[in-house]
Nanobody, 125 residues
C-alpha cells in the first residue's frame, strides 16, 4: 500500500503562484508514475500532469502547459507541482495519484492505484 499526502494548497490571486507537494512516505519502490488531477465543484476529476518516476519524462494537459511544472525528489519520495500564472479556472481540489503499472492511459483516472486526500486551490480574480 502506498500512502500519498498532499500539501501546499491555499488562496492566491490571479497571476500568482503556488507549489503543491505530494509526499509518499514508506515503501514506494513499486511506483512507476505519479500524477496530479483536479476536480472543480460540479465537474468531473480531470488530468493535469504526470511524471515517470524513473526517467522523469512528463506529460501535461493543454490547459496547464507552460504554466505548471511537475518535478520529483527521489531521495525524499516527493513530487512537486509548481503552478504559475494561475487563473480563476484553476480553482479546484488537487489530488495526487500513483500507479505501479507501466503502459497505461495515465490520462484516465481509473488507471491510477493510489490517491491522496486532496488539497484545495482557490484562485481569486
Amino acid at each position: 500500500q502506498v500512502q500519498l499526502v498532499e500539501s501546499g494548497g491555499g488562496l492566491v490571486q490571479a497571476g500568482g503562484s503556488l507549489r503543491l507537494s505530494c509526499a509518499a512516505p514508506g515503501r514506494t519502490f513499486s511506483v512507476v508514475a505519479v500524477g496530479w488531477f483536479r476536480q472543480a465543484p460540479g465537474r468531473e476529476r480531470e488530468f493535469v500532469t504526470f511524471i515517470n518516476w524513473s526517467g522523469g519524462s512528463t506529460t501535461y494537459a493543454d490547459s496547464v502547459k507552460g504554466r505548471f511544472t511537475i518535478s520529483r525528489d527521489n531521495a525524499k519520495n516527493t513530487v512537486h507541482l509548481q503552478m504559475t500564472s494561475l487563473k480563476p479556472e484553476d480553482t479546484a481540489v488537487y489530488y495526487c495519484a500513483a500507479t505501479k503499472y507501466y503502459n497505461r492511459n495515465y490520462l484516465n483516472t481509473t488507471n491510477w492505484d493510489y490517491w491522496g486526500q486532496g488539497t484545495q486551490v482557490t484562485v481569486s480574480s
